[in-house]
């Protein structure tokens, strides 16, 4: 489904939590920079005939294929008529399915094509999650060649930030940490969502959770681990003098 702007894509998933809760099984959203990228890198091609600001991809898993159609149709014509959707389509099979997906699923092929990329997986409300590309684009404004895209779960609020750029530089790494970091706080969000920090995100861990939750997480960690073996280094951060 095409959608002029991030409004319409709220509305839209607002409208599918509503009309097809029992049988949603995906609600995805890509920006029109993500789609450019995977046809300029890939040569997939979008089903519609028109460009749009975003696009929202929905899947239904229900039991009655007959009764999932039918009611994808209903919600399709729906969310058109009430605005929030100017265009979409419908797969009528599994092979068009597969087509559709692949624009999704391709985009971190497209951006590992491009050239050098920084990724960052948060999770924050949804009414404000765009919020973060767009003011990821002000800051780097005037950083040459760079591109910033957003696509990611809409069901959960889990945002996919990508900052693709010619190379990469300790300047243009400057401009996207540790503001991201800082922003996502504000918003009470998580630095890190369905990836998890894993090593380079660990000692970023204070811009998600208090020092008492830390303090708690490595006093957990002490009973199951005392000698520090298992999964060392990820998560949390290198234990101080005091814990």
């Given at each position: 489904m095409g959608c002029d702007d991030y409004a319409g894509v709220l509305a839209t998933s607002k409208a599918a939590k509503r009309d097809l809760s029992e049988v949603l099984s995906a609600l995805e959203f890509f920006d029109s920079s993500c789609l450019d990228l995977v046809e300029q890198q890939l040569g997939y091609m979008s089903p519609l005939e028109e460009r749009y600001n975003f696009y929202v991809l929905l899947e239904t898993s229900g039991s009655n294929g007959e009764h999932d159609e039918e009611k994808l149709g209903a919600f399709l014509e729906g969310t058109m008529e009430e605005g929030s959707v100017v265009d979409g389509v419908i797969a009528q099979d599994a092979s068009q399915g597969a087509a559709i997906w692949q624009l999704r699923e391709t985009i971190a092929e497209a951006l590992k094509k491009a050239g050098a990329v920084y990724k960052y997986d948060v999770s924050?409300?949804?009414?404000?999650?765009?919020?973060?590309?767009?003011?990821?684009?002000?800051?780097m404004k005037h950083a040459g060649e760079?591109?910033?895209?957003?696509?990611g779960h809409l069901g959960d609020g889990n945002l996919h930030l990508n900052v693709s750029a010619p190379e990469y530089s300790a300047e243009l790494l400057g401009r996207i940490e540790p503001f991201i970091y800082e922003w996502t706080s504000e918003q009470q969000g998580s630095i890190s969502a369905e990836h998890g920090l894993g090593l380079m995100k660990a000692n970023c861990i204070h811009y998600s959770k208090s020092k008492e939750a830390v303090d708690m997480m490595h006093a957990i960690k002490g009973v199951f681990d005392p000698t520090g073996i298992m999964n060392p280094y990820k998560t949390l951060p290198a234990p101080t003098l005091e814990q």
């Open positions: 924050i409300p949804v009414p404000v999650l765009y919020d973060l590309v767009e003011d990821m684009r002000a800051r760079v591109s910033v895209l957003g696509y």
